[in-house]
């Protein structure tokens, strides 16, 4: 089993800035593709960044400039910086990772999803 717990999101003014964390551990062989969705009341989830275990990344056009992502593969971590942050970033953000993982002697493929994490953006 491979559990995601995410952090840093909270209540933050138009302008600022926030950085999440999620963190996966587990029966973890390789962590592929990591990345971040986001799901605002009202409407559907949808792809705020990806990273790859080489390092490319895809941004939603509408963060392109102002998020980042990054990651520690020693860590199987990823974070998303946040800046100048807009009242219509305020979601639930949600992180993803697939890869393999150990079931034994077998390596499995996996897609998780964390529990989300809360942004509010105040104008």
């Known amino acids: 089993q491979v559990q995601l717990v995410e952090s840093g999101g909270g209540l933050v003014q138009a302008g600022g800035s926030l950085r999440l964390s999620c963190a996966a551990s587990g029966s973890i062989f390789s962590s592929n593709v990591m990345g971040w969705y986001r799901q605002a009341p009202g409407k559907q989830r949808e792809l705020v960044a990806v990273i790859r275990l080489g390092g490319s990344t895809n941004y939603a056009d509408s963060v392109k400039g102002r998020f980042t992502i990054s990651r520690e593969n020693a860590k199987n971590t990823v974070y998303l910086q946040m800046n100048s942050l807009k009242p219509e970033d305020t979601a639930v953000y949600y992180c993803?990772?697939?890869?393999?993982?150990?079931?034994?002697?077998?390596?499995?493929?996996?897609?998780?999803w964390g529990q989300g994490t809360q942004v509010t953006v105040s104008s």
């Open positions: 993803n990772a697939n890869g393999l993982e150990r079931q034994g002697t077998v390596l499995t493929s996996f897609d998780y």
